[in-house]
């Protein structure tokens, strides 16, 4: 509502904001979250970009083919207007074939870049990122303190590099810089 926009809630962070920048520039293509809201979707038309949103195996369906997509968002657990979202133990030890074969797909032909994901919880997830049988492309595990016990053992099984940060909005702002710094390094030579 207006009170949450003047106040700043619910409203996407520098983090998801440096996301779509990434995406803008053609940096970013495929988005995964576990998060139920759309401050990722919000961000990404903020910067002119209309994401393809799967939310559920439906939208997967009639989805445009990630070929042809400027960005894909993979909401693995739905979306909060969708009353059939994935939150309990049961509902997220397994995805539907469908989804397996599009998270199979993406972890085998982009690197990853995982942020405010514990590990601990999701294990149609954690088997998503382990069976995938190439590793030629990296893993890097953005976390606050220590990875869990899950996750260190996600980081080596994919041979990752885990990285300390102090917040997502602090880390996705320095990734954006630096990939925009690089870029412009490139165009002067």
């Known amino acids: 509502n207006e009170d ?4 700043g809630k619910k409203m996407p962070t520098k983090a998801h904001r440096a996301i779509a920048r990434l995406v803008q520039a053609g940096y970013v293509r495929v988005i995964f979250t576990t998060n139920f809201d759309r401050l990722t979707e919000n961000a990404l038309r903020d910067v002119g970009v209309e994401p393809t949103v799967i939310a559920s195996e439906d939208a997967l369906k009639g989805a445009v083919p990630l ?26 030890s ?15 032909e982009h690197g990853l870049i995982i942020c405010g994901w514990s590990g601990d919880w999701d294990p149609a997830l954690r088997a998503a990122i382990t ?25 080596t099984q994919r041979a990752g590099r885990a990285i300390e940060i102090d917040s997502a909005d602090i880390f996705f702002e320095r990734l954006e810089q630096q990939v925009s710094t690089q870029a412009e390094m490139r165009k002067q030579n």
């Open 94 to 108: 397994a995805y539907t074939a469908a989804m397996n074969g599009l998270l199979d797909r993406i972890v085998d």
């Open 131 to 155: 069976r995938a049988p190439n590793r030629r492309y990296p893993m890097y595990w953005a976390t606050r303190g220590e990875p869990s016990k899950v996750a260190a053992d996600l980081i």
């Open 67 to 92: 070929i042809h997509s400027r960005c894909y968002v993979v909401k693995l657990h739905g979306d909060y207007l969708d009353t059939r979202i994935l939150n309990t133990e049961t509902e997220l």
């Open 4 to 7: 949450d926009i003047a106040v």
